[in-house]
C-alpha cells in the first residue's frame, strides 16, 4: 500500500519533533538547566523515588475531633445555663454525648445550644433525646462527617501555610478522598521536621500555674520531660492572638529560642495579665505540653515575648513556622509516610539507567540473531518506541517514577512481542511461494487481530492498576499504557512504512527475514497432545503445591499489607548490628527486625503492625545513639487503615483485571476459549505466588504490579495461541480438534519462545542490578513468564480440547456447520470458533 507523500511527511515531522522534545530528558540537569525555557517545558518530572524527598499521607483523626466538637458543645450549654442563672457544673460526659438531669429550664438550654449547630439545609450535628429523667445531647456521625470534611478544608490551607514557611521547591498539596492530605515535598532532607511540622495541630494558649491540684487545674508535662506541673484550665490568652513568631538566639545565652508578637488586643491581654499577676508563673501551652513556664517579673507591654527553652535550631524554626501558620482545626495522623533520600534517589535513576541500557543492547542481540537486518531495523524503531514514551508523558504532566522506568524498560522486551509475530508471518507467506510485497501484506494483515487482542489484554490489566493502584502504581500503568499503545503504532505503522519502502526500493523476489547465522527452520510435528494428560497432572500438582506453600510457610507479606515501618540506614562506617539491635530493644515499642542491607554500611529496619510516628521516632533516636551520624535513605510508614486499604484494593485490581480480560476473550472466541484461560491463568497465578511463597520474596504493592503485568502478559500468550487455532477452525474442515491444536502450537512454538527470550533479556539486569525495589518486581515477573511460556505452550491446549470434549453442544454446533462434508473420526472432538 503505497502512502500519499503527505502522509509520510506528517510522519517524519511528528517524529523529529517528538524526539527534539524527549531530548532534553536525557541530558545531564547541568546543562539542561543552560537550555531556554521552551525546550524543556515538556521535560518529564521525576518522582520522589528518583530524586529524593517525602510523601505523607494525612488524616484526620475523627475521635480528636469528635472530643474537640464535643467540648465546643459543652462550653456553648455552660453558657447557656450561666445565661439561665443555673449550675453549669450539672452537665456530664457520656462517650460523645452530653447529660443534664430534665429539667424544663435546663432543657430549653440543652435545645438551644443544639439548635445553634444545625446548618442550614441539612441534618442536625446532635441529637436530643429525653430518658429515663436524664436529656441527652449526642453528636450525630453526618455531623462528625460534616466536621471532618470542613477540617481538612481548612487544614488544607494551614499546611500550605506551613510548608510554604520552609521554602519547599514545588510541594504537592492536595485533598484526598473526605478526610485525607496528600503532602509530597521533593528534596526534604530531614522527614522528622516535616512530620513534626505537619502532624503537630499547633492550638497554643497562655495560662496561669496554679499553686497545687485541685478543682479547674490539669497537670500538664513539660515538654522537656522534667515532670508536670499543675496548670489552671482557664486560658488567659489564646495563641490565636499571635500576630507573628521567628526563631532567634538567646543573646545572653547564644541559645536558640523563639520570639513572638500579639495582635492589637492580644497585647492588651497580655500587658493586663502580667501585670495583675508579677510574681507567678505564667504557662505557654502547646498541644497540651507546656513549652515554659517563666515566673512574670514586671508587666510587659507593647505585646512582644520570647520562649526559651532546651531547643535545638531545628525545633525552634518548626516551632516559629507553627505558631505563624496558626493552628490546625483538628489534629492529623500520618497514616502513610515514604520518604526517599536524595543520595538514594540518585543511585535509582543510574541504576535504572544502567539497567535499561543493558536490557536494550540485550534484546537488540536476540533481535538481529534472530532476524538479521530486519531485527536491526526493529530495534531502531524501539529507540523511537522510547523517545515517543518520554514525550507523552511530558506532554500529559506525568511524573516518572522508578516503577515507571521497569514500565519502560518491560516495554522494550513487549514490544518486539508485535515484530515478532509480523516477521513469523511474513516467514509463513515466503514459504508458501509469496512475492515479497504480498507477503509482507498478507504478513500484516494476519498478524493485526493477534496483536490487537493481546494487547487490549495486557491494557485492561493496566487500566484496573490506574484505577485502583496510588502514586508510583499509577504510574507504571500509564507508562505501561503509553508504551504498549505507541508500541503498536510504531510496529504496525512506522515499522510496515519503512519495510514497504526497503521491498519496493529493491525489489527482492521473495522476502527473506533470516536470521544473523543459519536458516529458518520448518514448524515442526511435536505432538503436544500426546503428552497432554501428563502435562496437566504436573501442572494440577504443582499448583496443588504452590497453595500448599501459601500456607506454609506462607507468603513474606511486607509492611504495605500488614501496616508498620520499614527503614533503610546508612553509616559512613560498618553499622553495629548487635549495639543497634541492643538500643532499639530498649526502646522501640513492638518486634522490631534488623539486619543488614546491601553493604556493611547500611541496614534494614523494620517493625511490623499498628506502628506509627512514634516508632518511626523512637527509630531515629535508638539509631542516633547507636551509630552517631547515621542518616536514614528511606522511610516507609503503612498505618493499619492504609494496609488494610490495600490489601483490599489489590485483591480487587487482581479479580477484576481477569473477569475483565476473560469477558473480552469470551466476546472475540467461543465460550471454551474464555474458560480455558480461566483455568490455564488459575494455573499459572498459583504457580508464581507459591514461587514467591517458597523463596521468601517480600509480598508488597510491587508484587502487585508484578502480578497484575504477569496476568496481562499469561493471557497475551493465550491469546497468541487461541488466535492461531481459531484461524484454523474458521477454514472449516472436519480436522481432529487435538490435531489443530497440535499444528498451531508448532507454528507459535518459536514466537512463543522468542518473546519469552527478549522479555526476560529486559527484565535479568532489573532483577540482577536494578536494587531492591525494581528486583522486587523483576523477580516474580521472571517467574511468571517462564511458568506462562510453559503453560501456553504444554497445558493450554489439552485444557481446551477437555473442555469441548465434555460439551455436546459444541460438537452438535460443529457438525451442523460443517454439513455435507466427511463425519468426524469417532473419539475425536472439533470446535467451532467465532470469526475474527
Known sequence: MRRPAWVVMTYIVVLLLAVATALPNLL??????????????????LGLDLQGGAHLLLAVAR??????????LRENLATEIRARNLNPDTIRTEGLALSVPADDALTAAMQSAAAATVPPGGAPDFTVELTDGTMRLALTEAGLDRATTAAAD???????????????????????????????????ENPAQLRDLLGSTAKM???????????????????????????????AL??????????????????????????RQGAVVFAEITGANIGQRFAVVLDGAVLTAPVIQTVIPGGQGQITGDFTVEEVQTLAVLLTSGALPASLEVIEERSVGAALGADSIKAGLVTGAMGLALVVVMMVGLYGGWGLLASAVLGLNVMLTLTALGILGATLTLPGIAGIILCLGIAVDSNILIFSRIREETAKGATAIKAL???????????????ITTLLAMVLLFMFGAGAIRGFAITMSLGILISMFTAVVLMRMMMEALVRRRKPARLAIAP??????????????????????????????????LVWPGPNLGIDFTGGVQMVLRSDLPVPLAELRAAMAASVPGDANLQAFGDPNEALIRVQGAAGQATVAAVEAAAAQAVPGAVFDQIDLVGPTISGELATTGLIALSLAVLAMLAYIWVRFEWHFAAGAIVVLFLDVTKTFGVIAVTGWEVNLTTIVALLTLIGYSVNDKVVVYDRIREHLSGGGNEPLADVIDRSLNQVLARCIFTSGTTLAALLPMAIWGGPAVAGFAWPMI???????????FVSGPVLAWLAARDPAAARGSESEQEGQAKHTPGETTLPARSA
Open 154 to 188: 481548612s487544614s488544607l490551607e494551614v499546611i500550605r501555610h506551613r510548608v510554604d514557611q520552609v521554602g519547599v521547591s514545588e510541594p504537592v498539596i492536595s485533598r484526598v478522598g473526605e478526610d485525607r492530605i496528600l503532602v509530597q515535598m521533593p528534596g526534604i
Open 238 to 263: 489564646s495563641g490565636d492572638r499571635l500576630d507573628r513568631a521567628a526563631s532567634a538566639f538567646d543573646p545572653e545565652t547564644g541559645r536558640p529560642m523563639v520570639t513572638f508578637a500579639f495582635d
Open 783 to 793: 517467574a511468571g513468564v517462564v511458568i506462562a511460556t510453559g503453560s501456553s505452550l
Open 441 to 455: 501484506t498478507q504478513g500484516y494483515a494476519r498478524a493485526w487481530a493477534t496483536i490487537l487482542d493481546a494487547n
Open 63 to 72: 475521635e480528636d475531633l469528635a472530643q474537640s466538637r464535643l467540648q465546643e
Open 516 to 549: 544473523l547465522i543459519g536458516g529458518v527452520p520448518a514448524p515442526g510435528a511435536f505432538s503436544f497432545m500426546r503428552r497432554g494428560r501428563l502435562a496437566l497432572a504436573v501442572s494440577a500438582v504443582l499448583s496443588a503445591g504452590a497453595v500448599g506453600a
Open 28 to 45: 545531564p540537569s547541568s546543562v539542561r538547566s543552560t537550555l531556554p525555557d521552551w525546550a524543556t517545558s515538556q521535560t518529564v518530572s
Open 205 to 235: 494558649s497562655f495560662q496561669m500555674v496554679a499553686p497545687g491540684p485541685g478543682p479547674g487545674v490539669s497537670l500538664l508535662e513539660m515538654r522537656d520531660g522534667s515532670g508536670v506541673i499543675p496548670v489552671e484550665d482557664r486560658v
